[in-house]
């Protein structure tokens, strides 16, 4: 069964419209209840959410559906992704559910689940719940009476969650002496990320820290990095940190203002680990997005990158399939499995921090040995989704590009997970030929497009 809700991050889409509506989301809180139950105990799902208006309708439409099925709910408030599943985990709950649409403009938004381990629920299981919703939802029977689930409020959930993250940073290191300039992109990481920077003694320079339901992501963030990147030289800070809206992603900003993406990341924590010997079997997990350059700078300290499909649930899966503790996306979802079953933004920049102190050098220093190949990705809106492969001149192109290419390049076109846009990814020696590449294949695109339409 082909699943029709759930994308590469749960279920998504503009907020009070068809799917992500506040109906859906209480049918699907109904399902999530009904798959964790297999016991007598009392059972209870964690919901925490980000900083969009609509958070509030679909949160409790949500947690109507939970209760409905006999599950007790506990609220946790504005809080990143993946201190949802912390939560989950320290708190012993049967699952969590986010409400976020991550880096969307704050009129989308979605909703994702996590098992009690804390990891994002697998396809079976997502095809299982979309199967129950259609043929089981409108006849399941119902408690009543005191077996009708209640809802509680956790007010220490960030207390709890800063605890953590503090303790994933060495002991031993303090952040003292840094200044940091931080971007939380108006989302759910506006007070944690700032708070467990300072309590580890940095001097942090707060941006995008006032959420008004309506400005999440809008102009800022990891997506829009540019105002940190001039906020970090007016203010000669060693470094700048770009989270998303739910937080689960990094892009950082050296001391001279240039970017540093996932793979950057990747590529310093990797080496790094390889120094000392904790980067289990020498491999680091990426997917077929991420630069070849990656491959390249792993190969100077004799580790070596294996690839999996777009999504950061399929990088962990990987990972934890062959006992590996270390992988990612170019978007900056870093995954340090040694501490947390998904990405952490803030995790992420504190094993960025902790390198740092350790070899007292500059951000730009750490990130040298890595060079990136040229890569041009572009982003075509769609209104509809068609099969890729069933476009004979689109396959043509792409076949005579891959030929053009050769093994020092390489080309993807795919549907976004998390959006109704088509990615178009083209690499190579060549900048000029791979902007003149990707953008032949973007008119083709809309050309094939516009006729499937029609």
Known sequence: MARKLFGTDGVRGKANSQPMTAELAMQLGAALAHFIQNGGHRHKIVIGKDTRLSCYMLEQALASGIMSMGVDVAFVGPLPTPGIANITTSMRADAGAVISASHNHF?????????????????????????????NYASC????????????R?????GRYIVFLKNTFPRELTLEGLKLVVDCAHGAAYRVTPEVLEELG?????????????NINDNCGALYPQKLQEAVLQQGANLGIALDGDADRLVLVDEKARLVD?????????????????LNAQTLVATIMSNIGLEQALATFG????????????VVEHMR?????????????????????????????????????????????????????????????????????ALPKLQAKLQSVEAALGKEGRVFVRFSGTEPKVRILVEGP?????????????????????KEKE
């Open 154 to 158: 956790w007010e220490d959930a960030r």
């Open 321 to 389: 399939r062959h006992s590996l503790n270390l992988g990612g996306e170019q978007s900056g979802h870093i995954v340090f499995l040694d501490h947390a079953p998904t990405g952490d933004g803030t995790l992420a920049a504190l094993q960025i921090l902790a390198i740092l102190c350790r070899q007292q050098k500059p951000l730009s220093e750490l990130t040298s040995f890595f060079q990136p190949s040229p890569q041009v990705l572009r982003n075509l809106k769609v209104s509809q989704r068609v099969d890729l492969g």
């Open 107 to 135: 009129d989308d938004n979605g909703i994702k689940f996590f098992s009690r381990d804390g990891f994002k629920l697998p396809d079976e299981t997502e095809e299982e719940i979309e199967q129950w919703l259609e043929q």
């Open 303 to 314: 580790a070596k990158v294996v690839r999996t499909q777009v999504g950061d649930r399929y």
């Open 202 to 214: 940095a001097e942090v320079i707060r941006l995008n820290v006032a959420p008004n339901g309506v």
């Open 430 to 450: 060549d900048e000029a030929k791979i902007q003149e590449h990707a953008e032949e294949i973007v008119q083709l695109l809309k050309k094939a497009l516009s």
């Open 141 to 152: 029977q119902r408690p009543s009476g005191t077996h009708i689930g209640r809802a509680v």
């Open 262 to 278: 996932g793979d950057a990341i990747m590529a310093v924590c990797a080496r790094e680990w390889s120094l000392q010997k904790k």
